[in-house]
């Protein structure tokens, strides 16, 4: 049954509105009642008790901010009467319990994969063409348009029929005629994509670097059965450095990998020739492999947000955790990314690091973060956007108390920098920014073969190799968005579902996409950003 208010943690002194509450309403919440002062809009919160100035606000049992002036009971939060305060942490003070949840159901399930030599399983078989420099984009964009065209056969989508039928005299009104194409793909068990990029040379020789790395990783990931890689030849991520990267990280690789440095090669012409003929004889035996089932133990799980409200931490979270809590439970591989929407919890998340090592790391990666952050005259404060702010979440602290239970309750197995990539089965933290597209493209390069990707507000964004899926905190969204939308969660707060029901429905979903079963609607849309965290500054 909907409720209108709620109390996230008994130790909180702020309410949350579940609904629209009107000035002068009355509630009943615990045993008490309480007035609303001013208009309280849904997924925003008022004062559960009077505060003076200086007054800690407590959300998720944490502080999440203070008062800068006095705020009476009934009184909705704002930024005009709140400032973001996180608390202090000590280091590792104890060993956080966790009681595992039911697994019976889960422990012999399978999905349908692609195998690899190194015992990893994937979840698309993906040709991936890419850069080592951003001189080499109109290359890969031509070869793009050529195996789209002549290889992929890819269906037309709406709006190409709209443009072809105006184009041939119609109205573009009725395309029943026109909407129905046969597919005819050459080859059915392939899909080759596309990246582009900025970086490569001309910044930091770090960065670089980190792209190697970050492409060795994207090789890595078993989504991927084979490369086309492009190369200027004179640019500061030389071939040597990605191929490095990527025998550190597989020093047995047997993925075919192509490689073409234009500096080399004479003309456009002449590289782009051999170009395609390698690499059509590598899409062509990389099409022989069939998926198989694999045990649900070998997805590695992405655990991300994007366009937070103020439901997120309550449902579409919460519900990512338990899923992430069933995997590590399995031996299963989730990875919680976006450190800086991990601000004011991270004493919870040193105490459940099972190696003390991790925690100290976890820190130092944060405090490291923000001094960066702040030598550039911001802040992890100023993380909140203004669509998360409209929306409730007014400070960084309580975003990031909300945004931190997609990793659940279970211990932490590792803790990883930006680039390094998950081996351990559990629950791993990475190192990210909170920007959708960076965080997105650092999990997959770290071995993340699904992502979940909750939000509140609505974004499109997806992968190139890695199926994104959209889980929306509230019904609302699912309804207004479902273009985008591939779960909704929102059944959390309407009280149809509770969050384990929510979440054992949205594991099924997974193992479905997973398999190739069902597809996502980044998926659909074709939407496969690509953007590498260059080291500098960027929430």
Known sequence: M?????????????????????????VHLDGSDYTVLKDTKAKHKF?????????????????????????AKGEVITTENVKHQSAKVE???????????????????????????????????????????????????????????????????????????????????????????????????????????????????????????LFAGYVNNPNVAGATVLSLGCQNLQVQIFMDALHTLAPGNKKPIVVYEQQKSGTIDEMLTGVIRDSYEGIKKANE??????????????????????FSGISANPVLGEVSDIMAAIGGTTMLAEFPELCGVEQELVNRCVHEEDGVKFLKLMKDFENSVVAAGSGFDMNPSPGNIKDGLITDAMKSAGASKKGGSAPIVEVLDFTEYATKPGLNLLCTPGNDAECTTALVGSGATVVLFTTGLGTPMGNPIAPVVKISSNTA?????????????????????????????????????ASGEAKTKAGLLNQHDFIPWRRGVSL
């Not at 109390?7 to 629209?20: C, E, F, G, R, T």
């Not at 003070?93 to 697994?103: K, L, V, Y």
């Not at 649900?296 to 103020?310: A, F, H, Q, R, W």
């Open 47 to 71: 004062a559960a008790v009077d505060f003076n100035e200086g007054d800690q606000i407590i959300m998720y049992g944490v502080i999440v901010g203070k008062a800068n002036r006095f705020i």
């Open 289 to 310: 492999t069939q998926r198989k089932p694999a045990s649900i133990t070998k997805l590695n799980i992405g655990l991300e947000c994007g366009g937070s409200d103020g």
């Open 91 to 213: 280091g590792k003070t104890g060993t956080q319990d966790w009681t595992p949840p039911d697994i019976t159901k889960w422990k012999d399930r399978t999905f349908m994969g692609y195998h690899r030599e190194d015992g990893q399983v994937g979840t698309e078989n993906v040709w991936l063409f890419f850069p080592l420099v951003f001189c080499e984009n109109k290359n890969i964009e031509t070869l793009k348009n050529i195996f789209e065209k002549e290889l992929l056969h890819d269906k037309a989508s709406r709006h190409q029929l709209l443009l072809r039928s105006l184009l041939n005299g119609g109205s573009g009104t009725d395309l029943a005629v026109e909407e129905e194409e046969p597919d005819t793909r050459i080859f059915k068990n392939i899909d080759a994509r596309f990246i582009t990029h900025q970086g490569g040379c001309g910044g930091i020789r770090q960065d670089a670097e980190a792209l190697g790395r």
């Open 2 to 26: 909907q409720k209108n208010v709620l109390k996230v943690n008994p130790k909180d002194n702020v309410i949350v509105a579940l609904l629209d509450l009107p000035a002068g309403e009355s």
């Open 477 to 513: 969204l699912a309804e207004k968005m479902p273009d985008i939308i591939d779960f909704n969660a929102g059944t959390v707060i309407s009280g149809e579902k509770t969050i384990p029901e929510t979440a054992e429905e949205l594991l099924e979903f997974i193992i479905q996409v």
